[in-house]
């Protein structure tokens, strides 16, 4: 569908009449019919954003991804708005099917794939204890039989087949498409993709796909204009403090000049970046200072209760970094990461009222004599936060300087994961370190703007938001395995 919508823009310009276009779930929205060709100024999703009716205005109708995307619209009259109601209804409603049928075909392939890891673990026992038989017998200088050596043969064979069998489930279920995707209900996270480096002093340059800044014009919102002004001086005047005296006068100027020329080019509310300090002092946004959900913003409880919800967010949004490492190859890891979310969510949701923190899980679960059954919210609690010291221990190093992305996951699977893995799992990782990035691709998914990452404001950026980032991580997991000891839920089983 495709048609006229007046949208907000912000409190100057008001409402303006924009050509939006509705094609393959996702709403995009050009100046005019006439002016498509030069490219969408905005779009949002519809599989992942809210559809709000006013209930007020028979012809206004709101799209929001919360805390990410705001659309404001108006119709012409009530039977155009209802025109989009129902075509953006539909949009929704087919996706969401189609997210269903990918989610039940995933977890058919996951249960496929976990009984054929158990094939392979039964064979592994079987041939070691073959190859053991076979040394005792040749230490005691007996002959080995052909019946023997064709056991083995056919043990090996079995073994194989099955092998080759877990490949093609797991190439069938991790696809690139679908490896590199943030996993079906995960909230919103900070997307990172390379824009071109643009001239502050030349804003009106930009891509012609552009993002606009809104401010709602629901009734009792305040202009906060005065504030935003105020914090970008603030923000500025500390940042002209960092270069040496000779050089305030010239920044000075340079200010003046560069938020005079924004302030002409300011189109539909869009807000100016700051960007007047040279490129070698240049403040640079990383992965970690623009994720929707941190570890850092959590609160705990007077008794240092973490707050399932908020913890649950955070894991899923640095699910990425596993994309980011190799999406096709750490599929396997995303898949058992994301699957323990999953299962202490659906705890969550049976009685969200009851289990507010992560610890009121683990000990209902203890009295009801449960926290050890497999597949129990307090497994998948276990596995999932040995998962994040595992992240936690790569993300310290890479801090610490460590520019082998390949040494540093090593080490940090050596430290937290490999104690629990068999030979099986530790083959599965050890492909994975292999085909780890190098730290300058790794370093480029980082940043939000293409280059940021070879600029010397990239390692400061890293190191100011890892140090906020990663102790707050490192205190919730220290948490958690005080509860677990206590309760004694630990488990030296392998895996």
């Known amino acids: 569908m495709e048609g006229v919508l007046h949208k907000w823009t912000n409190y100057i310009s008001g409402w303006q009449p924009r050509w939006f276009v509705l094609d393959g779930g996702t709403l995009s929205y050009y ?13 949002i999703k519809i599989s992942v954003c809210e559809i709000q009716v006013n209930s007020s205005d028979s012809t206004r109708f709101d799209l929001t991804i919360p805390g990410e995307q705001y659309f404001y619209l108006k119709a012409i009259n009530a039977a155009e708005r209802q025109k989009w109601l129902v075509a953006l209804g539909t949009a929704k409603a087919c996706l969401t099917d189609n997210r269903t049928k990918r989610e039940k075909e995933l977890q058919e392939n996951t249960e496929a794939l976990k ?59 991790f696809s690139t498409d679908m490896a590199s995707q943030s996993p079906p209900g995960t909230p919103p996270v900070a997307a990172i993709k390379p824009q071109k480096r ?41 940042q002209s403090q960092e270069h040496d005296n000779n050089n305030i006068e010239v920044n ?32 640079v946004e990383t992965f970690f200072s623009t994720m929707s959900h941190r570890f850092s913003d959590i609160r705990l409880d007077d008794d240092n209760g973490i707050p ?16 980011k490492l190799g ?42 004599n449960v926290a050890k059954v497999r597949n ?28 082998d992305i390949q040494g540093a996951l090593n080490n940090a699977y050596g430290k937290t994961l490999r104690q629990y893995h068999g030979w099986v799992v530790r083959g599965v990782f050890a492909l994975a370190l292999r085909a780890a990035p190098s730290y300058q691709s790794f370093a480029a998914a980082l940043v939000s703007r293409e280059g940021d990452e070879l600029t010397s404001g990239f390692t400061s950026g890293m190191h100011r938001d890892l140090g906020v980032y990663l102790p707050a991580m490192e205190r919730q997991l220290a948490i958690l395995d005080s509860l677990y000891e206590e309760y004694n839920l630990e488990s030296d089983e392998v895996v």
Request: glycine fraction near 4%; hydrophobic fraction near 30%.
């Open 327 to 368: 999406s096709t190859v750490f599929a396997p890891v995303k898949m058992d990461f994301v699957g323990n979310i999953r299962k202490i969510h659906q705890k969550l949701l049976s009685d969200n009222d009851s289990f507010p923190t992560l610890q009121s899980i683990v000990l209902h679960e203890v009295q009801t």
């Open 198 to 238: 643009v001239n502050p002093t030349l804003h009106t340059t930009q891509n012609t796909c552009e993002i606009e800044h809104y401010d709602q014009p629901a009734e009792g919102v305040e202009d906060n204009e005065g504030d935003k002004a105020e914090e970008q001086k603030e923000h500025k005047e500390d």
């Open 31 to 43: 100046d005019s019919q006439e002016d498509a060709w030069k490219g969408c100024k905005g779009s």
């Open 252 to 283: 000075a100027v340079q200010l003046q000049e560069d938020v005079s020329d924004q302030e002409e080019t300011r189109e539909e509310g869009e807000t100016p970046r700051d960007s007047t300090e040279s490129e070698d002092t240049e403040q």
């Open 308 to 323: 399932t919800q908020e913890f649950l967010d955070s894991c899923y949004a640095i699910v990425p970094v596993l994309d």
């Open 115 to 173: 009984t054929k890891m158990s094939e392979l673990r039964l064979y592994c026992d079987l041939l070691l204890q073959q190859v053991n038989k076979i040394k005792e017998n040749d230490e005691l200088g007996e002959t080995m039989g052909i019946d023997t050596g064709n056991l083995v043969k056919s043990t090996c064979t079995t073994f194989l087949k099955t092998l080759e069998e877990c490949m093609q489930i797991a190439n069938r279920t």
């Open 376 to 403: 129990s919210a307090t497994e998948a609690l276990l596995w999932l936060k040995r998962g994040l010291k595992f992240l936690k221990e790569f993300l310290s190093e890479v801090n610490a300087g460590e520019q």
